[in-house]
């Protein structure tokens, strides 16, 4: 199999890069270690307006990969990405993985069960119709990939804090680990999972989610860069033990925020 290398696109000396090192080092600044960066914060920080993937590419270019505390200085949890018009959805949606799509993975959607494990009480494991039943919220979002595309999708399912809740989940847990049928994992921090846009996402464009996209079930979050959106979920942990992630681990920022 063909496994792409990590593609940084770092511009090092940046002068947005020492500027928020410098608020850094304010002691009130550390409150916001435990945060990640957001759309707003990329726009904030680069002064591009993200109206469109050039933009986007720009900003991204500027931003390059900063450190997990610089990218913390940024977010603000109540803070929402920007939502898009119908008008604006990019077709055909662009498919990535760590593979090419053919070796995208497909799961039998009978015998499919979703693992919970860790800091919850509910442990049993979900089948789709469960999952279906619960409240569907719909997103129209944009996906930042680091390689330097963005793209505009539409995905619904089930708002993820109304998830961990009705799991009843640690929420003062520090971490929520995904593990995925492609072997891909990541992990994201409890207030980015608490996030009113984090969704558990069970469909594309009104269609059950398809293959390639992460069928059964793929975490949306759009103020996280793509690799923070596993596809292919298989099982989801609540754990204070850092957990990682398949691009984390080879030095991708942990916090991934966009
Ligand atoms: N399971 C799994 N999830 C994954 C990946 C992967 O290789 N495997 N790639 C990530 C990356 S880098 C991106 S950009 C997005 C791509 O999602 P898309 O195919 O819906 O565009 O999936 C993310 N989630
Ligand atoms: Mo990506």
Redesign the pocket.
């Known amino acids: 199999m063909q496994i792409k290398t990590p593609k940084f696109l770092l511009s090092s000396g940046d002068a947005i890069l020492k500027e928020a090192v410098q608020r850094l080092a304010q002691p009130g600044r550390r409150d916001f270690l435990r945060r990640s960066l957001t759309l707003g914060g990329l726009s904030m920080l680069t002064g591009c307006s993200l109206s469109s993937n050039d933009s986007v590419d720009a900003a991204l270019t500027r931003v390059s990969r900063f450190n997990d505390d610089v990218q913390a200085w940024l977010f603000d949890p109540n803070r929402l990405a920007p939502t898009y018009p119908e008008s604006m959805i990019t077709r055909p949606?662009?498919?990535?993985?760590?593979?090419t799509q053919d070796q995208v993975r497909h799961v039998d959607a009978d015998s499919f069960r979703l693992e919970v494990s860790g800091r919850v009480a509910d442990k049993h494991s979900w089948t789709l119709p469960e999952l279906r039943a619960m409240p569907q919220v719909d997103q129209i979002t944009r996906?930042i990939?680091?390689?330097g595309w963005s793209?505009i999708?539409r995905w619904g399912g089930v708002p993820f804090a109304s998830f961990l809740r009705r799991v009843g989940a640690d929420l003062t847990a520090k971490y929520v680990g995904f593990m995925?049928?492609?072997d891909?994992y990541?992990s994201i921090d409890m207030p980015t999972a608490l996030h009113p846009q984090t969704q558990l996402t069970l469909s594309y464009d009104g269609q059950i989610l398809p293959p390639?996209?992460?069928f059964p079930m793929?975490l949306r979050m759009p103020t996280k860069?793509?690799?923070k959106?596993?596809?292919?979920?298989k099982a989801i942990f609540v754990t204070n033990t850092y957990p990682g992630g398949?691009?984390e681990d080879q030095g991708y920022n942990w916090f991934g925020g966009s």
């Open positions: 949606f662009p498919f990535n993985a760590y593979y996906h990939c680091v390689e793209a999708g995925c049928f492609d891909y990541t390639k996209y992460g793929k860069l793509g690799y959106n596993p596809k292919y979920i398949y691009w």
